[in-house]
């Protein structure tokens, strides 16, 4: 239960590598539905969150839906190569304290949200921590852990070992780590002793609103070859972690029901493979990524959601992209990791069927089984949406956010 301070309102600084209007990734609006919640709270909430290269000056601040934003200039983080995109996000926190150091000296923040990944914000964190604030660790995925279980990079290695010190770093900077799943905090224990913090779970969470930015509307062209068809829908990351290939697999094996039409919107470092596939599928549609807004309205006039996880992983992760499924009615389809305790999540409340990542035949039948039977997806759409109201909401993340902190401020 939410403990309220009638003291004064709490400073609230919120770190993230992505922010909207210009964040296509769920995080970005993720994060800004909580710091919409916590201002109408009546906290002050600042976004820090990295800017254009090309902005003239180091620190831009504007306001989106009375929270103000400092964006500091930094170069792209995503799209332009693994070791370029090292680089930057490594510096990421001595041009974000370059930036705003002096806006530092007379905004004390109370509570910082850092926003996991990135784990490069572990600097930043740091600083503030030794101004008083109080660190909330939101932890979504085990960097570098998951590059680890796919081999891209050896634990041992210079870069592993570089990786893991800062990994640490983030993680004993925090008074608060929050994990996404109670396996996800049962591996964290596990892969983590040392941390001697209090710990909890932590959902992702959802809004059912539209967000209020809007801007080109494409979304009758990118439906345009979607006409007529029952629409197996995938939006957001494609990278090493997803598996696409496994879902290409999918729309392969789906290739002979002409009712049936996949469309694919994101970006990730395995795009080029779902590009590939699109020129050769027919019943298959590759669009990059586009803006939160027409993603939203997209969500509203597709059938089926899909989403995919790595086999490899040994996290588990719950990806955001569940989340814009669930609040939009959406039942869901797609394949885990062995173990990952999403499957009983959204099993239990008959909001969709997951696989473990691999098993091709259950994973079409499945899609058959969508397709025939359009009562059976209302049904489970239904059972999604509350799912997230049940689960995934933006008022539980806000106040357990809040509650911590007031056990911390007690403390301490």
Not at 168 to 188: A, D, E, M, V
Not at 200 to 224: E, F, H, R
Not at 328 to 337: E, F
Request: positive net charge; charged residues 20%.
């Amino acid at each position: 239960m939410l403990i309220k301070s009638k003291k004064s309102v709490i400073k609230i600084a919120i770190l993230s590598d992505e922010y909207l209007p210009y964040g296509t990734r769920v995080h970005a609006k993720m994060l800004h539905e909580l710091a919409v919640k916590l201002r109408k709270d009546g906290h002050n909430v600042f976004v820090i969150t990295p800017g254009k290269y090309k902005q003239p000056k180091r620190l831009k601040i504007d306001t989106l839906d009375q929270v103000e934003v400092w964006r500091f200039r930094t170069p792209p983080i995503r799209g332009v190569g693994l070791l370029r995109r090292g680089l930057t996000e490594i510096l990421l926190s001595y041009r974000a304290w370059f930036a705003i150091r002096h806006k530092l000296k007379e905004q004390k923040f109370d509570l910082c949200i850092n926003y996991s990944p990135t784990i490069f914000f572990a600097g930043l964190a740091y600083i503030l921590s030794k101004q008083g604030t109080c660190i909330y660790l939101i932890l979504r995925d085990f960097f570098p852990q998951w590059m680890i279980d796919q081999g891209r990079i050896r634990a041992k290695s210079p870069i592993g070992i570089f990786f893991r010190l800062v990994e640490k770093f983030n993680y004993r900077t925090s008074s608060f780590i929050s994990l996404q799943s109670p396996k996800n905090k049962l591996l964290f224990d596990k892969l983590n002793p040392f941390y001697s913090g209090e710990k909890n779970i932590l959902y992702n969470w959802v809004s059912p609103t539209i967000i209020g930015i809007k801007g080109i509307n494409n979304v009758d062209d990118i439906l345009a070859s979607c006409e007529g068809k029952i629409i197996f829908f995938y939006g957001g990351n494609m990278g090493f972690a997803q598996d696409m290939p496994n879902l290409i697999r999918l729309v392969n094996n789906m290739s002979q029901r002409v009712e049936a039409h996949f469309l694919f919107i994101g970006d990730g470092d395995q795009r080029s493979l779902v590009q590939k596939a699109a020129a050769t599928l027919p019943n298959l549609t590759y669009y990059s990524s586009i803006s939160q807004y027409e993603f939203q309205v997209i969500l509203k006039r597709v059938d089926i959601g899909l989403f995919s996880l790595s086999a490899d992983h040994t996290t588990h992760n719950f990806p955001g992209k569940l989340l814009g499924y669930m609040v939009n009615r959406i039942p869901i389809l797609g394949s885990i990791n062995n173990g990952n305790d999403l499957k009983e999540i959204i099993e239990s409340y008959g909001a969709g069927k997951v696989f473990v990542n691999g098993n091709d035949i259950a994973l079409k039948e499945a899609a058959d089984f969508f397709l025939i039977n359009p009562s059976s997806r209302t049904n489970m759409g239904l059972q999604a949406l509350k799912l997230s109201k049940a689960l995934f909401s933006v008022e539980t993340a806000a106040d357990k956010i809040i509650t911590c902190y007031l056990k911390w401020k007690k403390r301490n």
